[in-house]
């Protein structure tokens, strides 16, 4: 059985990158354990529990599971508390994201649900598929479109330490990467200037509310893998110093400012 999602349907690949990431980003770790089923791998499988030993794993015959049409894929979690295990309901709460990318959720299933099982069925049920195309070769003649003159496949990138598993065009052993998924992991912003027609990348810049003495001040920042950058002078005004560099030493520094030197020395002469 194969794991490989570059041989699903190419809607499905763009959808399991998001999903695997939405996933990550609320704690949950999951593996995809089976994407494309052939026709031999179907067969075995329907054996399982039947003519061969072992558990009944599937219901259906060749080719009546949506893995046989390259629209479906299995998971299981890859957290280390067992690739089944859902005593705390995790299953559920993937399968809440995968309907979010707009998959279908085998644990929805009424009479046999199959909570490791995602599909997408935009192109309509096995049934529906079948009536229309015999059998998943024709179905797949329809994958050549647009798209499918480029290689898509998964690549890791890392800044900074975070990772981000980019859907990128390989063509010619170049990869070719989305300019938003790419500005989305270097933590940039993106315009495009109609007038020039240069796509800009520019840092992100936020406002970060400080509290210095229950007095609130805003100050610019920029925000890198979950740390604030604060603009020193900024920083340093809202705290009662000045900054700023000195040439001859080639330091940055900081002195009390004016007014905070009064008030000490106020306070010292009462
Ligand atoms: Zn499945």
């Excluded at 067969?43 to 219901?59: E, F, H, M, S």
């Excluded at 259906?60 to 479906?72: D, I, L, Q, R, T």
């Excluded at 890859?78 to 995968?98: E, L, S």
């Excluded at 200037?193 to 210095?212: A, F, H, Q, R, S």
Aim: proline share 3%; glycine share 6%.
């Amino acid at each position: 059985m194969s794991r490989d999602i570059t041989l699903l349907h190419p809607d499905v690949q763009h959808i399991i990158p998001n999903f695997l990431e939405e996933c990550k980003k609320q704690g949950l770790i999951v593996k995809i354990t089976d994407t494309l089923r052939s026709k031999n791998e179907q067969d075995n499988l329907y054996a399982q529990g039947r003519t061969k030993p072992g558990k009944i794993v599937t219901w259906v015959k060749y080719p009546y599971s949506n893995h046989n049409w390259g629209m479906a894929f299995d998971i299981c979690r890859n957290d280390g508390k067992g690739a089944y295990n859902d005593n705390d309901g995790w299953f559920k709460k993937v399968g809440k994201i995968g309907k979010k990318f707009g998959l279908d959720w085998g644990g929805d299933w009424k009479n046999t649900p199959d909570k490791p099982h995602f599909e997408l069925t935009k192109y309509g049920n096995t049934n529906t598929l079948i009536k229309k195309y015999t059998l998943p070769e024709n179905f797949k003649k329809t994958w050549i479109n647009e798209e499918k003159k480029y290689m898509f496949v998964n690549r890791n990138y890392s800044y900074n330490g975070k990772i981000k598993c980019l859907n990128v065009i390989n063509e010619k052993g170049e990869n070719y990467v989305k300019i938003r998924d790419l500005a989305e992991l270097l933590n940039k912003n993106i315009k495009y200037d109609n007038e020039t027609k240069i796509t800009i990348l520019d840092d992100i810049i936020e406002n970060v509310k400080v509290l210095v003495n229950n007095k609130e001040h805003i100050i610019k920042s920029v925000k890198i893998n979950d740390f604030n950058f604060m603009n020193t002078r900024e920083l340093a005004n809202v705290l009662g110093y000045e900054t700023g560099y000195n040439e001859t030493l080639q330091k940055i520094y900081f002195t009390l400012k004016n007014s905070i030197i009064h008030k000490l020395n106020f306070i010292k002469g009462r």
